[in-house]
């Protein structure tokens, strides 16, 4: 069975780092292209990052551009986002999400979702 699992949200004040997880499991990064998706309360979910081995392909959105940094582990099975210099905008519920498509920032085109992890940033 498909699982993954996101860990590593918490509290943090504006200008600090985080670094989220996401455990795959019967799942390959070589067959799958895993998104970083957040969901603020009121908005929809938004695709900001983005890691495929099969395309050879790392993506960002805009707003996360230059401050999150998104790599992968294949012998954990894991892909890491490493948030740095964290504002007010990016509280969400942060998910990863796997496509067998590829890199896609639509919610839409992935296969399987994790629960998510809840980033708070606080002013």
């Known amino acids: 069975e498909v699982r993954l699992v996101e860990s590593g949200g918490g509290l943090v004040q504006a200008g600090g780092s985080l670094r989220l997880s996401c455990v795959a499991a019967?799942?390959?990064?070589?067959?799958?292209?895993i998104t970083w998706f957040r969901q603020a309360p009121g908005k929809e979910r938004e695709g900001i990052s983005c890691?495929?081995?099969?395309?050879?392909?790392?993506d960002y959105s805009d707003p996360v551009k230059g401050r999150f940094t998104i790599s992968s582990d294949n012998a954990k099975n894991t892909v890491y986002l490493e948030m740095t210099n964290l504002t007010n905008e990016d509280t969400a519920k942060y998910y990863c999400?796997?496509?067998?498509?590829?890199?896609?920032?639509?919610?839409?085109?992935?296969?399987?979702w994790g629960k998510g992890t809840q980033v708070t940033v606080a002013s």
């Open positions: 890691y495929s081995g099969r395309e050879d392909k790392i």
């Open positions: 019967d799942l390959s990064f070589d067959d799958y292209a």
């Open positions: 999400a796997a496509a067998w498509f590829g890199c896609s920032w639509t919610a839409s085109t992935p296969d399987y």
